[in-house]
T-cell receptor, first 115, second 114 residues
Framework: AQSVTQPDIHITVSEGASLELRCNYS??????LFWYVQSPGQGLQLLLK??????LVQGIKGFEAEFKRSQSSFNLRKPSVHWSDAAEYFC?????????????FGGGTRVLVKP | NAGVMQNPRHLVRRRGQEARLRCSPM?????VYWYRQLPEEGLKFMVY????????ESGMPKERFSAEFPKEGPSILRIQQVVRGDSAAYFC????????????FGQGTRLTVV
């Protein structure tokens, strides 16, 4: 069965500092990988996605993620955090070419940004 | 082009009542997915519907929960005889086809059972 683990439940980072959120997955086939952000009281917004090709993926809001098949990881990074990045971040894995069907989400990492 | 619209945004129900959650997909989207987010947890897949058809309901509880997506109108997630454990945020997502690379999520309905 597929699973997604986000080891860090909370992360506090100073504004302007770099951010890295960890994501490890277990999936039997070639996965589609996603990072979503959820601001308080809001829905999920897609930051970036990976299907194939270049393992370094660029997303919106200055985020990027790197797919490492050997480590079953898809970590999210941002070089310089802004206060507006305070939110909860979810990593998700899904079956190839199946849009929103049966996405498996990690438990989320809540990011707090200090001024 | 409006996004995925869910209503109500907040819903309070007493134990034993029925809850109806509505989801209007993005224009041109005929595939809808429902997810539930329990407090302090990630989202869990519930059901996948296409117009007038349930494609995959493997994540739906066997009792009290049902979903539909009629030819006209929004998709409805119905919870009968709600219990405190049903308190959660329910999110709907939609896509144009099954093989799209992205589904767009609504803002969710936060159900509180008192």
């Amino acid at each position: 069965a597929q699973s997604v683990t986000q080891p860090d439940i909370h992360i506090t980072v100073s504004e302007g500092a770099s951010l890295e959120l960890r994501c490890n997955y277990s999936y039997g086939a070639t996965p589609y990988l996603f990072w979503y952000v959820q601001s308080p009281g809001q829905g999920l917004q897609l930051l970036l996605k990976y299907f194939s090709g270049d393992t370094l993926v660029q997303g919106i809001k200055g985020f990027e993620a790197e797919f490492k098949r050997s480590q079953s990881s898809f970590n999210l990074r941002k070089p310089s955090v802004h206060w507006s990045d305070a939110a909860e971040y979810f990593c998700a894995v899904g079956p190839t070419g199946a849009a929103g069907n049966k996405l498996t989400f990690g438990g989320g990492t809540r990011v707090l940004v200090k001024p | 082009n409006a996004g995925v619209m869910q209503n109500p945004r907040h819903l309070v129900r007493r134990r034993g009542q029925e809850a109806r959650l509505r989801c209007s997909p993005m224009k041109g989207h005929s595939h809808v997915y429902w997810y539930r987010q329990l407090p302090e947890e990630g989202l869990k897949f519930m059901v996948y519907l296409q117009k007038e058809n349930i494609i995959d309901e493997s994540g739906m509880p066997k009792e009290r929960f049902s979903a539909e997506f009629p030819k006209e109108g929004p998709s409805i997630l119905r919870i009968q005889q709600v219990v405190r454990g049903d308190s959660a945020a329910y999110f709907c997502a939609s896509s144009r086809t099954q093989r799209e690379t992205e589904a767009f999520f609504g803002q969710g309905t936060r159900l509180t059972v008192v």
